[in-house]
């Protein structure tokens, strides 16, 4: 039997990246992780953008990071995901956004390796709009 459950039901918050480019670091206290740090399902911080804790701090003002969550690429393209680790810390980059899943409803590997099956990486494609880049708006996760 199948089951289907929207991801308002699966997660406890879904938040959005700020909308511009965190400023880079010489040492990174974490990294920002965009859309070209997300591959296969994991992050790849030699793509990820390294930040001081004063970006970190401002960057995870809406929620923060936690091992678990998940990182949803948003634009740019559309679909690809990652789970967050324990270490090191991650705030979000330009065009992703936040799933932080309700451990009470869902594990959060399941949940990102459902969002990177085929049949769901279609269906965000085919939900995603744009003229020149194709982009999911967070009301349409």
Known sequence: MRSELPLSKAC????????STAPEAD???A????TKAIDHGRIRFDKARPVDQTTYESWIARATPE???????????????????KHP???LGQRTV????????????FLMYTLLAPP???ALREVSEGSTVAHLNVADL
């Open 31 to 34: 990294y920002a992780v965009g």
């Open 98 to 109: 936040l799933l932080k899943p309700d451990a009470q409803t869902v594990d959060s590997r």
């Open 27 to 29: 040492v990174a206290f």
């Open 120 to 122: 769901t990486q279609s």
């Open 67 to 85: 091992e678990g969550d998940i990182i949803l690429c948003r634009e740019a393209p559309v679909g690809p995901v990652a789970r967050v680790p």
């Open 89 to 91: 810390r991650v705030c």
């Open 12 to 19: 406890q918050l879904i938040v959005d990246c700020p909308h």
